[in-house]
């Protein structure tokens, strides 16, 4: 069977991607310890989703093998990290990648200054990017049309985010939108979250300790695939 791309999923319907691993450094990686990222997806690949979202310092050390296409996590802006390009050149199954990156307040521009000829390149190599783009705890009353102008000025095709109230309002310019899977929920109040999913309409969504810090993880993929798909 052909592997469905992103680039040729997107745009059509929201879509629905799995994290397996949030941090390769942090504490998420105690939480598959016992199993390994690889056994993980394994057990989850044949379910109806759309895709994953891969981190690179975890990935260039131990590809994962999946059947479907994925993002990869190149950057990390507050931990001033960007993996080498020409590395990344050696994967040639490696064609969405994403950055991470916070703003402090409504003039902050570091993530611009960061990330753009960065991004510039990536994009002549052929990669599609998307920005995943917050307000730092420094931001007081964020306003997230200030984030969104961020991952537009950097060169973003796509733009993830927290679900905010009147996130519709959020002029993407031409970007497409995700919703970010947030910190863990018991399950009532995730069922909640993807019912506000629900009603943003055609915006993709990803979900990482959400579904891998949960014991009854595979319920919770066929619920948002139910709700969502």
Known sequence: MKKELISELIG??????????????????????????????????????DGYIFH?????????????????????Q?????????????????KNVTIFFEVDGVNDKKAVSFYKEYV????EKGYVVMGMGYPSE???NPDYQIVANAAHEIGCDYFKTDLIDNMNKINLRGMKLFIAG?????????????????????ASVSFGRNIFESKNYQSRINLVIKKLG
């Open 12 to 49: 059509k319907k929201g879509r629905i991607f799995i994290v397996p691993l949030d941090h390769p450094d942090g504490k998420d990686t105690e939480k598959l310890s016992k199993i390994g990222i690889q056994n993980f997806v394994n057990n989850i690949d044949s379910m109806n989703f």
């Open 56 to 76: 690179s310092r975890y990935y260039i050390k131990n590809p994962i093998k999946t059947k479907k296409d994925f993002f990869l996590t190149v950057g990390e």
């Open 78 to 94: 507050p931990d001033n990290y960007k993996a080498d390009i020409d590395i990344l050149q050696n994967f040639k199954e490696i």
């Open 120 to 123: 510039k390149k990536l994009k």
């Open 138 to 140: 420094k931001y007081k």
């Open 182 to 202: 947030g910190p863990y929920l018991n399950d009532d109040n995730f069922k909640k979250f993807v019912e506000k999913v629900k009603k943003i309409g055609n």
